[in-house]
């Protein structure tokens, strides 16, 4: 219960979904990959490749029981990725392309300013956009440490969409980064090879979070004394992503997370969250959490009476510490909200900065959830109590100003709309006496928001007679206002 107790605690105190900081407070950046390429021993063939297999069935099924455990809880989950080999001296490392300036002058400021690297990666970002892929920045001389590392390649020429269809191929991967990149010919681990010769590779990084001129920040490294750069370094991002089974399609939100107020009933919507640290981005990870929420909430619904809120929508973002990425978050709410309320774009926790990427809101297909009761009946109720109608409302309803207790059946309020067609025992509506104020709404709203006004006392749930019957007692002291 942690971090649901935690979660709620702030809600009372700041925005709604502000941050679960029990635990973000807890995360620690996702490593930055480095991708050298590196044989350790002789190899057995010439493939310069890594792929990370990510399975969405096994890390869902990772989710859902994380959270049938404990299904209130916030949860880092740990999905390793592949460890890299260590290397043996000198060992003759993979012959990149033969182009560059290696062969004239092999120094690192060669390299950078090899005009051939820009042209190639400027014309690509203008005229080789893959389909179904955005360009996101181009002719950088760094590469991305973005989230959710899923291989490399190396390519025989910078073609951005042969990188693409490598990337299509892997399940999980969304972005990819394509470069040339000076690296040693041997590698550099020893007295005796520090400083090699270099060769030009060109890689081609697959993610699965997105790649942008923000992290792309892996400006290369020293090995040893050489010194490893990257030039003409271009981003592309899938532009669609998958949805989730039961789900609408994803509202693409950018860098913004949803902040949503109170509903028309004054109601806080926002549930509660859930944190992936490690592996691929996958909202359907966020949908597998939401569904969690909603089905112990049917199966433990609210014992005094109150209403019983379930997961119809859910925000993703990748969420980011001072520009690194601390891992993918899911905020759970009772009902969808539109992209307008996509106006959160990040905290500070003291000197952090915590911020918001490629963020997507998910919609239950079925459902998008509901406040609980409509929100017209929720705008007479504060008509009423605005212009102490609450008179009106008891002769409405029949409400005997002297007795002591008055006793009202109406429908459930397990889903709201069925306020509507309340039914009253003894409804005795008087004629034509309609305050100005609740003119505009029908008789039906109107009913209704008298009945939600006069039970201000108490709500009691249930009785044995009828599994759906909801029993409002509303005190005299209502129509004696
Ligand atoms: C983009 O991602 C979607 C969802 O994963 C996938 O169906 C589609 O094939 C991808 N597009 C490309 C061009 O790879
Ligand atoms: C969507 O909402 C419906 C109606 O409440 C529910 O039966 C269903 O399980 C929900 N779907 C998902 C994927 O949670």
Not at 117 to 146: D, I, L
Request: glycine residues 6%; proline residues 5%.
């Amino acid at each position: 219960m942690r971090s649901y107790i935690a979660a709620a605690a702030f809600a009372a105190l700041a925005q709604a979904q502000d941050l679960d900081w029990d635990a973000v407070l807890q995360l620690t950046p996702v490593p930055d990959v480095t991708i050298p390429v590196v044989y350790a021993t002789v190899p057995t063939t010439t493939a310069t490749a890594t792929t990370v297999s990510y399975t969405s069935d096994a890390a869902a099924a990772a989710v859902s029981s994380a959270l049938s455990a404990n299904p209130d809880d916030s949860f880092p989950l740990d999905t390793a990725l592949a460890k890299r080999a260590t290397s043996t001296s000198c060992q003759v490392q993979p012959t990149g392309v033969s182009l560059g300036p290696q062969a004239t002058d092999d120094t690192v400021s060669a390299f950078l300013a090899y005009p051939s690297f820009s042209a190639t990666a400027v014309a690509a970002a203008s005229t080789a956009v893959p389909n179904g892929y955005v360009n996101t920045f181009s002719n950088m001389q760094a590469s991305n440490n973005a989230y959710g590392y899923m291989g490399y390649t190396l390519l025989t020429d910078y073609n951005t969409q042969t990188c693409a269809d490598k990337c299509t191929k892997i399940n999980g991967c969304q972005a990819f980064n394509i470069y040339y990149e000076r690296d040693p010919t041997v590698n550099p681990d020893s007295d005796s090879c520090s400083n090699p010769a270099s060769t030009t590779n060109i890689k081609c990084v697959f993610w699965s979070g997105p790649v942008t001129s923000d992290n792309a920040n892996n400006a290369g490294q020293w090995r040893n004394k050489f010194q490893v750069v990257i030039a003409g370094s271009n981003g592309y991002v899938n532009k669609s992503i998958a949805t989730p089974v039961g789900y609408n399609a994803g509202v693409y939100l950018g860098n913004s997370a949803i902040n949503a107020p109170l509903d028309c009933t004054g109601d806080d919507s926002y549930l509660q969250s859930a944190i992936v640290t490690t592996g691929p981005f996958d909202a359907n990870l966020c949908a597998v959490a939401c569904n969690e929420q909603a089905s112990y909430a049917r199966q433990h619904p609210p014992t005094d009476g109150s209403f019983n809120k379930m997961c119809y929508f859910y925000n993703t973002y990748i969420l980011y510490k001072n520009g690194q990425a601390l891992g993918q978050y899911c905020a759970m709410y009772d009902q969808t909200w539109s992209s307008s309320y996509a106006k959160n774009t990040g905290y500070y926790y003291g000197s952090d900065h915590y911020t918001i990427g490629f963020s997507y809101a998910f919609s239950n297909s079925t459902s998008g959830g509901q406040p609980r009761y409509p929100c017209n009946v929720a705008s007479a109720k504060s008509a009423i109590v605005s212009a102490s109608l609450q008179p009106y409302c008891s002769s409405l309803l029949g409400f005997n100003p002297a007795s002591a207790t008055q006793t009202v059946t109406v429908t459930p309020t397990v889903q709201a709309t069925t306020l509507t067609t309340l039914n009253y025992q003894q409804q005795k509506r008087q004629a034509a006496s309609t305050p100005a104020a609740l003119q505009k709404y029908a008789a039906s709203v109107i009913t209704s928001a008298c009945g939600l006004a006069a039970t201000s006392v108490s709500v009691i749930t249930t009785t044995a007679t009828a599994a759906a019957t909801t029993v409002y007692v509303a005190t005299s002291t209502v129509s004696q206002k």
